[in-house]
């Protein structure tokens, strides 16, 4: 009997075997009145998994079973949880605990909280390591479990669970709608999700990629116009443009900031998502005057905008581009080496789990 004393998921045992997950049993965290237990139905593969078990972002607890977009049935709730209850179909992403109690957490900036958990591969008080969705189960404060509307899929929402959410919320927080100018670069799992819900909240919308290999899947995501950025002075037509740009890009390679920045209107702003390895920007503060423009970053999506996330998603009928693998020991190694080498369009959702766990 594993559930309730014991979960089993596909588990990374070392840096060197990233690609190789094993079925492994793991004693979850023990049950606090406010958590709920969800039995996985589907997890989204996250460029995150990859950088974690490769070791790419540092060391990792390994053993380590990553995953953190999740969608599955509740069955279980604890006393004090208020919103939620057995057979709900949730969601959850990649945070799963903050203090809610500080200045960040009470402004809907819980994502901000000094004292905030990923749900997989962080420790929390009393030493236990959080687990993620390559499990049978999951167990998460239930302020981090988030109610998926009926119209959307099970495999098509689980990845706006983390990919989505971190496209929409600096969309969202920075005025995204008619009348503004934003542009998408990095058209990948996050990216795509960028074209999706930009024009989702009404803005005029362009997709910005090296060259012109994925233009024609930009335009029928949604985009109103593409740039492509393997031309010399590709920017100087559209300068001074741009409201907002959010940079979804997973690499630095041979990427000049400067000619980026130029695109913004006055004012306007280049929020990063992408947290490529290695060395960090370069750019030149003169370049800045040119148009005062505002340089930042975007951490995944608080709890008000992941709601907000869904509703506008299901209203709107949208539609990611999903790839499905089945969950297990070949399914996960092969999402995890797939991701790494970017051969998906745009995302991969694990699927089949009652197949795996019964
Ligand atoms: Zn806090
Ligand atoms: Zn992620």
């Not at 090296?210 to 994925?214: F, N, V």
């Not at 001074?240 to 409201?243: C, G, I, N, P, T």
């Given at each position: 009997m594993v559930y309730p004393e014991t979960f089993e998921g596909f588990a990374v045992h070392s840096k060197e075997t990233w690609a190789s997950p094993k079925r492994t049993e793991f004693k979850p965290r023990p049950f606090e009145e406010t958590d709920v237990d969800i039995k996985v139905k589907a997890c989204g593969v996250c460029g995150s998994d990859v950088h974690t078990v490769t070791g790419g972002w540092g060391s990792c607890p390994y053993p380590l079973v990553v995953g953190h977009e999740i969608v599955g049935e509740v069955v279980n709730v604890g006393s004090?949880?208020?919103?939620l209850k057995i057979g709900d179909r949730v969601g959850v992403g990649a945070q799963a605990f903050?203090?809610?109690?500080?200045k960040q957490c009470k402004n809907d900036n819980e994502i901000y909280c000094k004292h905030q958990l990923d749900t997989y591969g962080s420790t929390y008080p009393g030493g236990f390591v959080g687990q993620g969705g390559y499990a049978s189960h999951v167990r998460v404060h239930e302020y981090f479990v988030f109610p998926i509307p009926d119209a959307l899929e099970t495999t098509l929402v689980a990845?706006?669970?983390?990919a989505g959410a971190t496209a929409f919320s600096p969309l969202y927080r920075h005025g995204a709608g008619p009348g503004k100018k934003v542009g998408i670069i990095g058209i990948g799992g996050i990216g795509h999700f960028g074209i999706l819900f930009a024009k989702a909240l009404g803005a005029d919308t362009w997709a910005i990629s090296?060259?012109?290999?994925?233009k024609a899947d930009c335009l029928k995501l949604g985009a109103d116009g593409f740039i492509q950025?393997?031309?010399?002075?590709?920017?100087v037509p559209h300068e001074?443009?741009?409201?907002l740009i959010v940079n979804c890009a997973n690499s630095n390679q041979n990427f000049d900031l400067d000619q980026y920045l130029?695109?913004?209107?006055?004012?306007g702003k280049f929020i990063n998502v992408g947290l490529p390895e290695g060395d960090g920007f370069a750019f030149h503060p003169f370049k800045m005057l040119g148009n005062g423009a505002l340089f930042g970053f975007s951490h995944i999506a608080s709890r008000k905008e992941i709601l907000a996330m869904l509703n506008i998603a299901a209203e709107k009928n949208l539609k990611p581009w999903i790839e499905t693998i089945p969950v297990g020991e070949a399914g996960c190694g092969e999402a995890l080496r797939r991701c790494h080498e970017n051969d998906v369009r745009y995302r991969f959702t694990l699927t089949d789990y009652e197949k795996q766990f019964n």
């Open positions: 004090q949880v208020n919103g903050a203090c809610l109690n500080c990845p706006m669970l983390c090296r060259s012109d290999a994925k950025t393997n031309e010399k002075d590709w920017n001074l443009s741009f409201d130029s695109l913004l209107d006055v004012n």
